[in-house]
Structures are given as C-alpha cells and as structure tokens.
C-alpha cells in the first residue's frame, strides 16, 4: 500500500495568482497522477508524472497553465497558474503501484478562486 | 481504448436491504477492475479487486463484486446495506502494458443508503 500526503487540503485563491499542491508518498512510486474533480463528479486525468522526464498531459491541459514536477520517486508538485473561478475544483494525486495494483489517492485539494 | 460505464447516476437504497452498483466496461485484452469509495471531502479509498481467478472477490466493509467475463460487467454489490455506505462509488478498469499504463475510471455513481 501507499500512503499519499497531499496539501494544502483547501485554498481560497485570488484569481490571477497560482497555487502549488505538493503530494508526497511514503514508498517510491513510478507514476504519479494529477486529476481534477468537480464535487460530486467522475475525475478527469490532468497528466501523468513519471520521475526523471516531463509529465505527459492530456488533451485539453497544457504546461503552461499546469506545470508539474518531480524530483523524485516519492514527491509531486502542481502548479495551477493564472487562475480564474473555472479552475475551482478539487485536485486529487494518485500513484499506481504496478500490474494489478490499486491506485492510492491523497486527500485531494478543494481550491476556490475569487 | 478502453471505456468504464457506470449506467446509474444515483443508487438508492432502504437501510438492510442489498444494494448493487453496475458496471460495464470495454477494453481489449484481459482486464483489471476496481472498485473505489469516496466520501464526502474525502480522497478515493480502494474497496476491492479483480485481477484473475476466482470472479467473484471480497472487498472491505463487507463489499463484493462479481467479474463476468460474456457482459463484460464488473457489478458492486453488498447484501445488508448501511447508512454509512452512502457515498459515491468509482468502477475504474485498467489492461497491463496498455493506455500507458493508466487506469480508466467511470463517472461514479452515488449510493444513498436511507434509513
């Protein structure tokens, strides 16, 4: 198993500005993935993280509004840059183990801008 | 590319009385599937899995779920539902060495358990 660290757990954000979520692991992981939740609702992949290389994103997401590191096996930022209120969500990481393992989740990150 | 449908939107359920969430899926190659819980303010927690064996597999807080292979179905059930599962649930699928190795969850489906 693996337990996921992630803060903050919520922020109340200006819009323009940008937050940085960080998400640590207790155990190396390969991957690591950012997803974004509306409450109530199915998850969206943002982009994949792997140690070493720059993350993968999925259509609709780009670097520039959603910059990504990792600097190792254990840890994951992201950065939601220039925000405005459509980027009120909630951010969620998670890692995958391997072949036949469960995905772990942090606690996810409420983030409101105004 | 691989697909998870979960057709329910909302489940709702009398206290005691069983409960199921269905499932489906489309992949090619042989699945893993999952189930997952998410409570209110809360990150997704793991319920159960099928990765090969015997179809139908136990999970936690008294949770199984049974692999069916012809429907390509993957349905959550519990015999004796509690308030306490009120939450909204995740089926997620994933096929090793594909999809980058990411897992394709469905849109969730919120269980409400009644007293």
């Known amino acids: 198993s693996a337990v996921i660290s992630q803060k903050p757990s919520r922020d109340i954000c200006q819009r323009g500005t940008s937050l940085t979520i960080q998400c640590q692991v207790d155990?190396?992981?390969?991957?690591m993935f950012w997803y974004r939740q509306q409450p109530g609702q199915s998850l969206t992949l943002i982009a994949t993280a792997n140690q070493g290389s720059e993350a993968t994103y999925e259509s609709g997401f780009v670097i520039d509004k959603f910059p990504i590191s990792r600097p190792n096996l254990t840890f994951s930022t992201l950065t939601v840059s220039n925000m405005s209120p459509e980027d009120s969500s909630i951010y969620l990481c998670?890692?995958?183990?391997?072949?036949?393992?469960?995905?772990?989740f942090g606690q996810g990150t409420r983030l409101t801008v105004v | 590319a691989q697909s998870v449908a979960q057709p329910e939107d909302q489940v709702n359920v009398a206290e005691g009385n069983p409960l199921t969430v269905k499932c489906t899926y489309s992949?090619?190659?042989?699945?893993?599937l999952f189930w997952y819980v998410q409570y209110p303010n809360r990150g997704l927690q793991f319920l159960l899995k099928?990765?090969?064996?015997?179809?139908l597999v136990k999970g936690s807080y008294g949770f199984e779920a049974e692999f069916n292979k012809s429907q390509t179905s993957f349905h959550l059930k519990k015999p004796s539902a509690l308030v306490s599962d009120s939450a909204l649930y995740f089926c997620a699928v994933r096929v090793p060495n594909t999809n980058a190795g990411k897992s394709t969850f469905g849109d969730g489906t919120t269980l409400t358990v009644k007293p």
């Open positions: 099928y990765i090969t064996g015997d179809n």
């Open positions: 992949v090619s190659g042989n699945p893993y």
């Open positions: 155990s190396q992981v390969t991957m």
């Open positions: 998670s890692v995958e183990g391997g072949a036949g393992t469960e995905a772990f």
